[in-house]
């Protein structure tokens, strides 16, 4: 089969699903008995990869603007966790799970002073010859950027979970898109 100009196709894998979306200029022909591909007749902005043909009606199955809501919510949640994980970056897990109990013993010990007040974080000074006021000042300041970036995070994430919820078409849906808070600033991702 010969690609028509300015006409879009699907190219459909075993399962029916559209692999692919390509014109003339990718790809000018192809054996019909090798693959199996459509001409999309629907409106392209709907239609993108992973959607269902159906061969009983010739045409693409769109999905629901709920089954789209639930995709772009799980798109965002998705970029989401990579943000957030980022946050942790060159951390071991059990550092990270040593936080809540190094932000307590930081502030105790700046409250009072006394290193009895700080076993964990006095450990830690001492090996790596730190004093542990400045220790404990470290671990708050370090403490405060991750809330500060962690609240950042996750407002932009409800944030943008409020315009999925609010949008009444699937044009509305898919001019959300995740940008990072971070990048809007002109800082670099965490």
Not at 23 to 33: P, V
Not at 106 to 114: G, R, T
Not at 134 to 162: G, H, M, P
Not at 165 to 179: F, G, R, V
Request: proline share 3%; glycine share 2%; aromatic share 6%.
């Amino acid at each position: 089969m010969t690609a028509k100009p300015n006409t879009k196709y699907a190219l459909l894998d075993a399962n029916d699903t559209i692999a692919r979306i390509f014109d003339s200029a990718e790809l000018s022909e192809w054996n019909e008995e090798q693959v199996s591909v459509v001409e999309i007749t629907q409106e392209l902005e709907s239609v993108r990869e992973g959607l269902k043909y159906d061969r009983l009606t010739n045409s693409i199955i769109l999905p629901s603007l709920s089954e789209e809501k639930e995709l772009k919510i799980a798109f965002i949640n998705a970029n989401l966790e990579v943000e957030l994980s980022s946050l942790k970056q060159g951390c071991s897990e059990s550092e990270v799970l040593s936080w809540d109990l190094q932000k307590q013993e930081a502030n105790a010990f700046l409250s009072s002073k006394d290193p009895l007040s700080a076993p964990f974080l006095n450990k830690i000074a001492t090996v790596r010859e730190l004093s542990l006021e400045d220790l404990a000042n470290k671990v708050i300041q370090k403490n405060t950027q991750y809330n500060e970036e962690l609240s950042t995070l996750l407002a932009n994430a409800q944030i943008l979970r409020k315009e999925i919820d609010s949008a009444t078409t699937l044009k509305e849906l898919e001019a959300i898109t995740y940008t990072s808070p971070f990048a809007k600033k002109g800082q670099e991702n965490v």
